[in-house]
């Protein structure tokens, strides 16, 4: 099991552009996370998914979209790029609620200039 | 709301032994997490915490006491490749996870 993966590892944006991070685990999990970690601050989350077709904000969604077709992949997508998104953003899987433990993709560093 | 608290960082030498402490106020608590975050890397689970007491794993143990919102972490035997980010996260009542902003933990020789 490759467990959850990312892409890419490293990205330079421009104000106003746009991305997409991409996000995929083959553990056949059903709840998906987003989470953005600042120097010095916790985790925090952006979007979760309890399920394919099911998505929902969490505690800093502005800026952000999500989407969730499949039970593999939960990419997140950024419109109009701004400093303030820059971050290393980890994306986890658990195989329910959180009960579990969540596993960590290794996560993207993003820098927005 | 919900607020967590851990020393930002703590100094510790091989072969000894450590407590990271993390204190906590919520509305509503379903559970405790802690993770190890090496530098640069992903968070990765060490233990899980709902009932009071000590759970052991090895050389790492977690306590929790939810009557007075404080859980630890205990590392036994330090080694150089503990040096990591030890992260706190609490189960609110809307069954997320809010995460502390981590203890760094430098193991000397």
């Known amino acids: 099991n490759a467990g959850v993966t990312q892409t890419p590892k490293f990205r330079i944006l421009k104000i106003g552009q746009s991305m997409t991070l991409q996000c995929t685990q083959d553990?056949?999990?059903?709840?998906m996370y987003w989470y953005r970690q600042d120097p010095g601050m916790g985790l925090k989350l952006i979007y979760y998914s309890v399920g394919a077709g099911i998505t929902d904000k969490g505690e800093v969604p502005n800026g952000y979209n999500v989407s969730r077709s499949t039970t593999e992949d939960f990419p997140l997508r950024l419109e109009l790029a701004a400093p303030s998104q820059t971050s290393v953003y980890f994306c986890?899987?658990?195989?329910?609620?959180?009960?579990?433990?969540?596993?960590f993709g290794p996560g993207t560093r993003l820098t927005v200039t | 709301g919900q607020n967590i608290d851990q020393p930002t960082e703590m100094t510790a030498t091989e072969g000894a032994i450590v407590q990271i402490n993390c204190t906590y106020q919520?509305?509503?608590?379903?559970?405790l997490f802690w993770y190890q975050q090496h530098a640069g890397e992903a968070p990765t689970f060490l233990s899980y915490n709902v009932l009071d007491g000590l759970e052991e794993k090895g050389r790492f143990s977690s306590f929790l006491s939810r009557s007075k919102g404080y859980s630890y972490l205990l590392l036994k035997e330090l080694q150089m490749k503990d040096s990591a980010s030890y992260l706190c996260a609490l189960k609110d009542s809307n069954y997320q996870l809010i995460w502390g902003a981590g203890t760094k933990l430098i193991i000397k020789p």
């Open positions: 553990m056949n999990h059903n709840y």
């Open positions: 919520t509305s509503g608590f379903n559970g």
């Open positions: 986890a899987s658990s195989y329910y609620d959180t009960n579990y433990e969540q596993y």
